[in-house]
């Protein structure tokens, strides 16, 4: 921690502060520079302390020098972190897709788009049963009758299912039917969801929110891994800027990022990230490129009738057409094999 | 609803999408301009239903007319909603300040600051017993402990209090003893959280979230009052945006249009608008000035010493020094006569 | 500056980079942590140099400690920086209110409106005479015959007046005419018109960026100071958000920053921090219960027929209304007596 | 353009707009909502005047629905637009790759780079010889002295070069000299030197606005093609948003969509776009993998001891295995072949 000094701070006032990191257990260097001076503090777990250092008229700013995570850091744990599901690994050396339905609308709908997206080489399937709506009036989800007919999907595909935990009392439930437990943008700040769904042991997708660091992102799979459960898959989904033309803007240098920050895999959903399914198989393929474990597309057999989301979900001939790319793609990307099940 | 067709979309195109509108209940209106032909879809109830026309190639986009909150639009309710705690009324004519430490740390700390916070002209208390923290290795709380030494300093003072709830678990543990919950910033799109806390009857300090557009939150209100909870007070705390210097920006822009948009009244946190104690009380003039109905401001005895948020409080003497201000200030602003207990 | 060197860095490394920074003529010290090793680098006029460590592998980041300008800063200059425009004084006890169309639009209309802004109490009147629009196909501005115009205006009315620059080959036909010359926003980072409109030493109303951060605002004004300009005054006209509601979001919170960072006055342009005229009155009395100098406001005697910026315009009407509140309001702001004229 | 009337609007107010609207070429629709009145204005050129109908009390807010752009749209000139330079094609099936220092540090150090890149594929030449910097007391560079060195380059290896023009009046200088004339981030918007620089007719490579919007930067591509020159190549550079650990946030989306608009060629600059060299190769695949006609990449043969941006500049190494991949990926992207000199 670097403590920085007011210009034409007094002697006292440095030594007060030196005075109180050294209480808190820190050791203390000063560097006396032309104009400021300035006060290294060297610590252990003390670290993790908050002192509020710039309440003191005399402190300029206090700059952190260690990242506030620890677990899920990459000097933590070199090694990259293996997530399997069923006969599947995440962040392995296979691009796995996740596909479905953004909402869960009706039994045939779904078994049919299942079938759909395990054809053109899905690995997982996905599909939202409780939806968290900015809007009141909009469909919330049909609930546990989601989820059963998700199991249904998966007993007949085959496929893993992924779907969305919306709040603590429902993190059961979810859990007895899901393969891996989504939590969406909106609920990643939500610390009291974070630590129930983390008890479940059940792998966990952890979207980036809205408008969260990446630091801050991190923070929030700190919360997960601290409560015991690492089976963490980061999903960078888009994070809100001034430009309009999309609903959000997809980060992709994310993907780098997160892999040299963290042992975790990151996967990228670019129908969120973009918002119109025009966009979604270039973004889906820049994500590949960039180096991601594996892509989240919201598919629906019939997009102009869906519940929610129907702007960005692609229909089952787009989305053939973008796993036919991805498969010839995907083995010049370092690392990355054909996809898992094409 | 506009539809907007792309140019030279055929007719049969116009004919499908006007088909599809009719079924959902709509009147359409063809305008065909000299480039682009757009349908105006006129219809009641049916609005509320997302129709993704967005999703069809030929529909280049859809524009919404109507606002999509209702109950808590100034045209559907055009007097101020008033909310009454004790014998203190938020949105009337006086201004209330909202004062206290960012967390309950101790009895002692918190019956200190509650009378020095009581002389200097504040009329609700505020402090934390849950606080939702970005890192798992911050101070998260005193828990129910903590509720119990705001009730003691209610007891003392008279001064009602305020204090955040975080999760649907311990919503009616916080209703037991707050007069005023407060749904944070982080939790503003947690719909769970705003349906059970609204069933609660108790008045609801909704933060707006950190990157929440205005419409946004006024949907998250939307969700409380559909839940037949009109005792919404709106609290605007700054939104993220590139500038590093101050922790948020304070939107002050805000207060007008929260008025002008909808019933409800409009607090101003200045302690996170800014993030600094040295821009809070500027911003606290400005706030009340563009015509809030009050302020909610964290103040400690020992900011130096907070727990959390230290870097953002104000000591007493500054606290004392703003009051002042604020006192003269607020009478030549309209509609707002001198604080409360001043 | 700091350099905080990549966890398990070889001493050889760390050797390397303290001899790249002895060679560039710093002292360095090194603060060996529990995990990392930092080197504070102390060092005079070399501190401009901007050495790229981070280019190396085994550094992990690099951190200024001294802020990057110098002239402008109240470090630098403890006394408030006065701007004397005739009788006028911008900076000291007196508000001053800018007022005027967005576009010179005629002769007649701007002297009828700058009568109206006189009479209202404006000390100073604005108008454009080369209009920066984002569309090739909008209104460009009159160019010289708007700027003979408000020269016409003064005389009549005795008002200073200030217009826009917008590029180097007209800097010195707008400073033969303006007594106060704007370079706008989208122009904050046009170093060479800068360079070239400190050079006519007019008093320079330098509006913040689109995007600006505090800081590359403030090295905006840098370049007009090393130019051996003073006369600076800053214009806050709101940043660039995801808020769409508003045209732009109005930092307030730029004002007491500004005058605590520098000796320059800083003044609000509401009209543009908004874009609707709807809100202007709100804001301007928030920028002036901020600390805020100054106003700059768009009038116009028929907004709905304006040729540019109608929508955030005030009608003469609004504006009386808007500086009898100032007159009102003023006096109880810190330093602040009534305004000029009034 | 559809104009929102206020709820409860008067007949008589209603009729007022349409008149005006009429007055000004426009053919009127009212389409009475339950709610409601909107007002569908069909126009022809008379759409480009910019009626600030929202200064009226009545009108809640004008929908304008033609983009403001027109000749650069794909909807005027369906077919793509090629730039030749030399014998070299930009925006057709071959990628091409811009590399070089961010500025002419000297003779030999231009002509080493020169030769490094062209070997490992790159086919165009940059580097700056006007930086404009944001801070006065940064690098300048070297003025003429760098455009000679860069010809000289030029003659050497063959490559044509790109350089950035800061100011009008150096602009038939830069012409002289450059085969592609640069217009930065920071320039985008200033429309003087858009216009003069379109004037030489030489190609023009706009980079993206630090804030700007597609649309904006589309109209920036406007003002060039309005000036008789349609060699237009856009530049994505990354975008200003809350994300602090990388310089900007590359916004990839930004490619197909341009190159859904309008018929423009699209590069991407990663350097910039991230700020920092390690995440740069992961990013320029991902650019290419998402359509991009080709990248703008800084190389420098020593990144440590670079004047200007020597953090985000690859070292010959990295450069030469990113066009490796990028030689392995290209064939798989829909249209494009092997790299140009591979």
Redesign the interface.
């Known amino acids: 921690m670097?403590i920085?000094m007011k210009?034409n701070s007094q002697k006292e006032e440095i030594l007060k502060v030196s005075h109180?990191l050294q209480e808190a257990g820190f050791h203390c260097?000063l560097?006396?520079?032309?104009?400021?001076t300035?006060i290294?503090a060297?610590?252990?777990k003390s670290r993790?302390m908050?002192?509020?250092?710039?309440?003191?008229p005399c402190v300029e700013k206090v700059?952190p020098?260690?990242a506030?995570?620890k677990l899920t850091s990459r000097?933590f744990k070199p090694e990259d972190t293996l997530i399997r599901v069923g006969n599947i690994t995440i962040g392995g050396s296979e691009l796995q897709v996740i596909a479905g339905p953004c909402a869960v609308e009706g039994k045939e709908e779904l078994l049919l788009i299942a079938q759909i997206v395990k054809q053109a080489g899905a690995s997982i399937l996905r599909g939202g049963a409780f939806k968290?709506?900015?809007?009141?009036?909009?469909?919330q989800g049909l609930g546990e009758k989601g989820l059963q007919y998700l199991a249904l999907a998966r007993e007949k595909t085959g496929l893993p299912i992924v779907t969305e935990v919306?709040?603590?009392?429902s993190v059961d439930l979810v859990a007895y039917y899901a393969d891996i437990i989504q939590i969406g943008a909106?609920?990643m700040?939500?610390?009291?969801?974070l630590k129930k769904a983390a008890k479940t042991n059940k792998p966990i997708l952890l979207k980036r929110g809205?408008?969260a660091?990446?630091?801050?992102w991190i923070?929030a799979a700190?919360?997960i891994i601290?409560a015991d459960n690492p089976h963490i898959i980061l999903c960078e989904r888009g994070?809100?800027?001034?430009?309009?033309?999309?609903r959000n803007?997809?980060?992709?240098?994310a993907?780098?990022?997160i892999k040299?920050l963290t042992h975790l895999p990151i996967i990228v959903d670019p129908s969120h990230?973009?918002g119109?399914?025009?966009?979604v198989s270039?973004?889906a393929?820049?994500?590949?490129?960039?180096?991601a474990d594996g892509l989240m597309l919201e598919v629906?057999p019939c997009?102009?009738?869906?519940f929610?989301?129907?702007?960005q979900?692609l229909?089952p001939d787009n989305f053939q057409k973008l796993m036919t790319?991805l498969n010839?793609?995907a083995p010049?990307?370092?690392k990355k094999e054909k996809l898992n099940h094409a």
Not at 31 to 36: D, L
Not at 166 to 169: F, L, Q, R, S, W
Not at 303 to 306: R, V
């Open positions: 670097i920085v210009k109180q260097h560097v006396e520079g032309t104009e400021k300035i290294g060297v610590g252990d993790l908050n002192i509020p250092l710039e309440a003191l700059i020098i260690l506030p995570y000097e968290p709506r900015t809007s009141p009036y909009s469909f919306i709040d603590t009392a909106r609920n700040h939500n610390y009291a969801l809205l408008s660091t990446i630091e801050e923070l700190e919360y601290t994070i809100r800027t001034f430009e309009t033309y999309t803007t997809l980060d992709l240098s993907v780098p990022i040299y990230g973009t119109k399914w025009r966009w270039s973004m393929q820049a994500a590949v490129a960039a180096g629906h997009p102009e009738k869906a929610s989301d129907g702007a979900s229909n790319n010839n793609l010049y990307i370092s």
